[in-house]
C-alpha cells in the first residue's frame, strides 16, 4: 500500500525557534492535509493543499504542496510552548475514492520554554 | 469542538464482553469513517462509510462490527476482542478530502 515517509520522528527546539517537517511519498496525491494532535485528543486540522505548489498559511503555520505532488513541508514560525504535540500528514491520492487519507507516522515536537 | 462526538472517551473492556462505540457529526458530512491509531504506526483506516453504505473494509477482523444507521451516526460493536487490539479508535467525518476526527476512545482490552 501507499506510505507516507514522514520527518523527522521528534524535535526538541527551544520556545521562540522556527520548525520545519516534511513528508515524501512514492505516490502523487491529490490534496496533502498537514493536523496537529495534543494528548488524549483527536487530530484537528491545520492546512489542507490542493494545488501543486501551492502555499497556504494559517497564522504562524505555512505549508505547501510539492510541484510533483509527491511531497509536502509544514513550517512553524516563532514557536510557542502550546505548539507541543505531534504533527501528521496526509495525503489522499489520485485514484482514491472516498476520500480515504494515508497518513504519516507524525513528528513529535516538544518546545521548551 | 470539532462537530464530531464520539463516547464513551474510555473503555476498559474483557476478551469475552461485548461494547459498542459510538459517533455523532454535527457537521453534514456524508462520509463517516473509523480509524485505529496505535502507538508508533500510523492512524489505520478501518471503515469507509458513504450515505450510510459502506464503501471500504480495509481487511478489519470481524471482531469489530461498524453500524452506520444514517448519516449522522455511526457505531462500533466490539466482541471477543483480543488485548492488541487496545488502542486509540478514532471517528471522522468528511464532505470531500478534509476529515474531522472526534477526540476518539481509549479502548484497554484486558
Known amino acids: 500500500g501507499q506510505q507516507l515517509n514522514q520527518s523527522p520522528q521528534s524535535m526538541f527546539i527551544q520556545e521562540g525557534e522556527d520548525v520545519s517537517m516534511n513528508c515524501t511519498s512514492s505516490?502523487?496525491?491529490?490534496?496533502w492535509l498537514w493536523y496537529k494532535q495534543e494528548p488524549g485528543e483527536g487530530p484537528v486540522l491545520l492546512i489542507a493543499l490542493y494545488k501543486a505548489g501551492e502555499l497556504t498559511s494559517n497564522g504562524r503555520l505555512t505549508a505547501q504542496f510539492g510541484i510533483t505532488r509527491k511531497d509536502s513541508f509544514l513550517n512553524i514560525s516563532a514557536s510557542i510552548p502550546s505548539d507541543v504535540g505531534i504533527y501528521f500528514c496526509a495525503g489522499q491520492d489520485s485514484g482514491g475514492s472516498n476520500y480515504k487519507l494515508t497518513f504519516g507516522k507524525g513528528t513529535l515536537l516538544t518546545v521548551n520554554p | 469542538e470539532t462537530g464530531v462526538t464520539q463516547t464513551p472517551r474510555h473503555l476498559v473492556m474483557g476478551m469475552t464482553n461485548k461494547k459498542s462505540l459510538k459517533c455523532e457529526q454535527h457537521?453534514?458530512?456524508?462520509?463517516m469513517y473509523w480509524y485505529k491509531q496505535s502507538a508508533k504506526k500510523p492512524l489505520e483506516l478501518m471503515f469507509v462509510y458513504n450515505f450510510k453504505e459502506q464503501t471500504e473494509n480495509n481487511s478489519v477482523p470481524s471482531r469489530f462490527s461498524p453500524e452506520c444507521p444514517n448519516s449522522s451516526h455511526l457505531f462500533l460493536h466490539l466482541h471477543t476482542l483480543q488485548p492488541e487490539d487496545s488502542a486509540l479508535y478514532l471517528c471522522?467525518?468528511?464532505?470531500?478530502?478534509?476529515?474531522?476526527f472526534g477526540q476518539g476512545t481509549r479502548l484497554t482490552v484486558v
Open positions: 457537521l453534514g458530512h456524508n462520509a
Open positions: 471522522a467525518s468528511s464532505q470531500g478530502p478534509r476529515a474531522f
Open positions: 505516490s502523487i496525491f491529490n490534496t
